[in-house]
């Protein structure tokens, strides 16, 4: 992504949940840094609640001071005693000169690319777009951007991307946010995939917070001979979490579907595989808040040589994983049976 910031003609855009100082951050503020000197346009755009430590003051007048452009995505402050405080802007993306654009469950920040150790190995995935499918992320980004300024006066057809390819198979960007409830289409876009596969669908994700109809369309689609292949972390990062995916596992092996646990650390990447024929790369977790509160957005890819790669990255990862056993898991302790039970019940806040 850095080769391609250094690259940049016209403008960069990158609307990110996280941003944490680190080698990581400091390397992409170089580039953005220089581009400014050379007449690009950067425009940030940060949610509040994930950029706590890093957003002071300080930092706000260091952007400004650089030329570059930050907004604010729902200040914590202004909205927590509200509902709107769990809105928070969930998607990653980076768009150069509204040729390329980067998205997936990576943030910026020195863990993601395993430059410090948190969680065991962070294993995560994004996708690049090229040519003509990156100008919905283009409209992505300055849609919010003029939510959050406003409604600042800015025409989409000035960034449109210029650079065109052709290719089989295509790519629909997509998102979702609490504005499209109760029809989000981060959640059906998951269900349909599901639902319309015949021979197998493999999902890897950091939360197994399952709502009944996604479970019951897990159920359904493993009793009726589909292989439901499930990856999620051996190693948390919030343990409540974890007891609720765990709490899922029972349903959903009795039904057929293999779940299998990540060894090396904590998996992050969130995508659907499906015969084949289809793929979903983005941003998006099966838990209520991905489904429900947050503002999402993922990439469909159909008929495309990505899907061969998706499936062969999830395959070798099965390597590294442990498959979970239904025996072991209705042996497991009582008082984990009685937190996983409680906090089942409060997963749609988790």
């Known amino acids: 992504m850095i080769a391609d910031l250094k690259q940049a003609k016209k ?15 400091r ?4 580039v953005l840094t220089q581009k400014v000197k050379e007449g690009v346009i950067v425009k940030l755009l940060f949610d509040d609640f ?53 998205t997936g469950g990576f943030n910026l ?8 150790e948190r969680f065991g190995h962070w294993k995560d995935s994004g996708i690049r777009l090229y040519g003509d499918g990156v100008y919905s992320f283009t409209c992505f980004f300055l849609n919010m951007w003029r939510i959050v300024n406003k409604n600042v006066v800015i025409e989409d057809v000035n960034y449109k ?3 065109h390819v052709f290719q089989e198979g295509y790519v629909q960007p997509f998102m979702g946010g609490p504005h499209r409830n109760p029809h989000n289409p981060t959640e059906g876009a998951y269900t349909r995939m599901i639902n319309k596969a015949r021979d197998y669908i493999y999902i890897t994700t950091p939360y197994l917070v399952l709502d009944q109809n996604m ?16 990856i999620v972390p051996r190693i948390y990062d919030k343990w409540y979490v974890y007891m609720v995916n765990v709490s899922n596992y029972g349903k959903l092996m009795e039904a057929g579907v293999h779940i299998y646990e990540y060894i090396p650390g904590f998996i992050h990447a969130k995508n659907v595989i499906a015969d084949d024929e289809c793929a979903i790369c983005g941003t998006i977790n099966t838990d209520y808040r991905s489904f ?46 009685v937190m996983q039970a409680a906090l089942k019940v409060l997963s749609p806040l988790l």
């Not at 390397?27 to 170089?30: C, P």
């Not at 920040?109 to 410090?116: L, T, W």
């Open 11 to 25: 403008f960069i855009f990158m609307e990110y949940f996280i941003v944490s100082d680190g080698k990581v951050w």
């Open 27 to 30: 390397d992409i503020l170089e």
């Open 50 to 102: 994930g950029t706590l430590r890093i957003n002071t003051q300080a930092f706000r007048k260091d952007m400004k001071n650089r030329g570059i452009e930050m907004s604010i995505f729902n200040p914590i402050h202004r909205d927590m005693a509200r509902i709107s405080f769990n809105y928070r802007n969930h998607k990653k993306i980076t768009v150069v000169d509204g040729n390329i654009a980067y």
């Open 109 to 116: 920040a020195d863990e993601y690319a395993n430059y410090i």
């Open 161 to 163: 991307p210029h650079a």
């Open 215 to 230: 479970r019951d369309d897990l159920v359904s689609a493993a009793q009726s001979g589909v292989d439901v292949c499930i």
């Open 292 to 337: 429900y509160l947050h503002y999402e957005c993922g990439v469909f890819l159909s008929e495309m040589e990505a899907i061969k790669d998706m499936k062969e990255d999830f395959l070798k990862t099965l390597k590294e994983c442990e498959e979970m056993d239904l025996v072991r898991w209705s042996k497991r302790p009582l008082g984990n049976k």
